[in-house]
Every structure is written in C-alpha cells, then in structure tokens.
C-alpha cells in the first residue's frame, strides 16, 4: 500500500487554468506539507496543515491555496496558473512535528504552457 | 547566501570508496534532516537528527551542533547509492517544527 498518494502524477495545462493536486495519507499522521521543486532542484515549503489546521504559510502567492477535507487528505488548488509554476509539487506527511521523519508522495510535474 | 549549504555539489566516485557529504548552517534549529532523491524523482527520508550520531545499514550521520556541521557518509558505495542527497534542517519549535529549510543537494555518482 502507498504510504502517501498524490495525483496526477502529471499535468500539463495552459496559462490560467485552475488546476487542482490530490494528496492522500494512509499513515494515520497529523501533519501534512506541500513542497515545491523547482527546475533547479531546488526545494521550499509552501504549506503544512496539522489536525486541519494551517499552522504555516511561506510566502507563496494566494493564487495556491490548501484544502484539507479531513487528516488524511491535503489538496493543492491553484488558479491563473503562471509560467512560473512549473515544477514538481510534492507532498509530505509527518507524526506530530516533534517526532519529525517526513513521508514523501512521488511527486506531481506540472508543466504550465 | 543560503540558510543550509551542502558540499560537494557533485560528486563521482568509484564502488567500494567511502563518501562524505557535508551540510552547514547558519541559523537555530531543532533537528537535522538527510534525505535522498532517487534519479526517478521519489524522496526517502534517511536521517533525522538532532545531536550525536545515527547509523542504519551503510549510512551514518553525524552532527555538531556547536559547529552547526552534519556529515553523511556512505561506507562500500555502490552504484545504487546513486542519488542526489539533501541536506534539509527543521528551525521552529512546537507547530512549526516541520518547516524544512532545504540545502540544494548534493548528486552523488558511483560507477561500478
């Protein structure tokens, strides 16, 4: 059993769509995260989400915004998508905080044209 | 400059060889992350640390925290181990513990 979900594993849209990820755990954990990497590689945190609750938001645009249903699932909504979106999105789940090792999903290319 | 430095940036070596990966930081945290990225994009977390030393199978990591330094080393590499690994540290405290400021990765290569 996939330990963390997401999907699509792909996306390809135009600019200004709406696009939505998925992202489900089976982990049972509390807290979940979305990453974006870049197309250097590089990762940052966009959102973390604990027991529904948004606890951090970076400095990413409002255009993003976290859904969490319940504690299992946190989808990633996104609106008037941008060049500059394209990446690879990628989800992470954790046990409280404090206990700290993350659980990745695989990982969504979104490729914005 | 960024919060979390990783070096080497690339790094080849030949099977058998032992590795050392090196993370610096600059700034307070509660714990040290070691995480590898797999050449199909997927990511493992390794290590989570936040003082001393860690061991699993190959794989050792270590920190100090006085010198704001970890290491991970890779004893008998194996092409397998072929991977970029990331250096990531946790700043905050209680609720945001789990904002992970990442290092840009180190790609490891290992030829047979």
């Known amino acids: 059993d996939t330990a963390v979900s997401q999907t699509p594993k792909y996306l390809v849209t135009q600019m200004g769509n709406d696009k939505s990820i998925k992202c489900e755990q089976n982990?049972?954990?509390?807290?979940m995260y979305w990453y974006k990497q870049d197309s250097k590689k590089f990762l940052k945190i966009m959102f973390s989400?604990?027991?529904?609750?948004?606890?951090i938001n970076e400095t990413v645009p409002n255009r993003f915004s976290p859904k969490s249903p319940d504690k299992a699932h946190l989808n990633l909504h996104i609106n008037s998508l941008e060049l500059g979106d394209s990446a690879v999105y990628f989800c992470?789940?954790?046990?409280?905080?404090?206990?700290?090792?993350?659980?990745f999903g695989p990982g969504t290319r979104l490729l914005v044209l | 400059k960024n919060e979390v430095e990783q070096s080497p940036q690339n790094l080849t070596a030949q099977e058998g060889e032992f590795i050392t990966i090196n993370c610096s930081y600059s700034?307070?945290?509660?714990?040290l992350h070691w995480l590898q990225q797999h050449p199909g994009g997927g990511i493992v977390s390794l290590f989570m640390?936040?003082?001393g030393k860690k061991k699993h199978g190959r794989l050792i990591a270590t920190i100090n925290i006085q010198e704001k330094h970890s290491s991970l080393h890779i004893t008998a590499s194996h092409p397998r181990d072929s991977a970029v690994y990331i250096c990531?540290?946790?700043?905050?405290?209680?609720?945001?513990?789990?904002?992970?400021?990442f290092g840009k990765g180190t790609k490891l290569s290992v030829k047979p």
């Open positions: 992470a789940s954790s046990l409280p905080p404090q206990v700290g090792t993350q659980y």
């Open positions: 982990l049972g954990h509390d807290t």
């Open positions: 989400y604990n027991n529904k609750e948004l606890i």
């Open positions: 700034v307070g945290i509660s714990a």
């Open positions: 640390l936040s003082s």
């Open positions: 990531a540290v946790s700043r905050g405290y209680g609720g945001s513990q789990g904002n992970l400021i």
